[in-house]
């Protein structure tokens, strides 16, 4: 079974704080993608990112593909209200064009 | 106006009716998508449609069917409702010119089965 492992699976924090959200998994992804979801609401993609290694800032949201493409991270810097959401991770393993999609982290950010 | 539109957006219906679920887009792409979403366990695929003429089982097909009645329409329907078929449903699009398959959602519709 292919499986995007995701944690942690529930985080609430102060508004200011720093954090990081973990998406791993024992296969290997040609691409891994993030997405935000609000309640109510379907899921927004917030990046891809391709090559094993990269890098990619999205204003305070830093994500980082693993080198060996098997993980992904997202860092928050400085997280605020607004940064409260489920946060989702996919993979593409570019083979049957489904996404292998893991169960979320759900962030709270208090004011 | 929203670019992928799922109506309706709730629904509440009791076990052995049929329900239909529909989805439309305006961003032109080819390749559809039905997921439903469990607590705690993510998004799970349903069934896709690369194009008009094709259409493929996903991960849990068992109780659901689908009709692409166009390139931008693409409907679910549940035969015979039952309560563990109560979940949200989100239909999603990609672009068939894109390599990195990313997929753009609907706002969910919230079926409940009593």
């Known amino acids: 079974t292919q499986l995007l492992e995701q944690s942690p699976q529930f985080l609430s924090i102060q508004e200011g704080e720093n954090l990081t959200v973990y998406c791993n998994s024992s296969?290997?992804?040609?691409?891994l993608q993030w997405y935000r979801q609000e309640p109510g609401e379907g899921p927004v993609l917030l990046v891809t990112?391709?090559?094993g290694g990269e890098v990619k800032k999205l204003k305070r949201l830093t994500f980082q593909f693993g080198d060996a493409r098997k993980d992904s991270s997202l860092h928050i810097t400085a997280a605020q209200p607004g940064d409260t959401g489920l946060y989702l991770c996919a993979g593409d393993m570019d083979s049957n064009y489904q996404l292998i999609w893991g169960a979320g982290t759900k962030l709270i950010i208090k004011p | 106006d929203a670019d992928v539109t799922q109506t309706p957006r709730n629904r509440i219906t009791k076990t052995g009716k049929r329900i239909m679920l529909e989805c439309s887009q305006t961003?032109?792409?080819?390749?559809m998508y039905w997921y439903r979403q469990d607590p705690g366990l993510g998004l799970r695929l349903i069934y896709y449609?690369?194009?008009?003429?094709?259409?493929n089982k996903g991960e849990i097909s068992d109780g659901y069917s689908v009709s692409r009645q166009a390139q931008a329409k693409f409907s679910l329907s549940l035969e015979s409702a039952i309560p563990n078929q109560t979940a949200l449903y989100f239909c999603?699009?990609?672009?068939?010119?894109?390599?990195?398959?990313?997929?753009?959602f609907g706002p969910g519709t919230r079926l409940t089965v009593l």
């Open positions: 296969s290997v992804f040609s691409s």
């Open positions: 990112v391709v090559t």
């Open positions: 961003k032109g792409h080819d390749r």
């Open positions: 999603a699009t990609s672009d068939q010119r894109g390599i990195l398959n990313e997929q753009f």
């Open positions: 449609s690369f194009d008009v003429k094709d259409i």
